[in-house]
């Protein structure tokens, strides 16, 4: 069974770097980074901000990608079914 990500993806901030996460608070990326740009030049990573920005476009990925089947032209019913039933009143 393939496993949906259902939008929106936000981005949270961590400790040392930020984290996206789907609409069901699924972890989906960790971006990390260093506070000055010396210290990640040293380490040869990214500056905190220059992780921001990367984790924020990662945030903002085309609906088609939030599916499994990446590139498929088709839409993915599978996804778009389970997405129409999580986002339906639920009866006591």
Excluded at 61 to 76: E, H, Q, T
Excluded at 81 to 89: G, K, L, S, T, V
């Amino acid at each position: 069974m393939s496993r949906c990500f259902p939008p929106p993806w936000t981005v949270q901030e961590i400790p040392g770097g930020f984290k996206v996460l789907d609409a069901d608070g699924q972890f989906l990326a960790y971006v990390y980074g260093r506070e000055s740009k010396a210290d990640a030049d040293i380490a040869h990573v990214l500056t905190m901000d220059e992780a921001r920005r990367i984790a924020s476009k990662i945030g903002k990925v085309p609906k088609p990608f939030m599916l499994p089947d990446w590139g498929r032209l088709s839409p993915n019913t599978e996804c778009e079914e389970n997405n129409a039933q999580r986002d339906q009143p639920r009866e006591h």
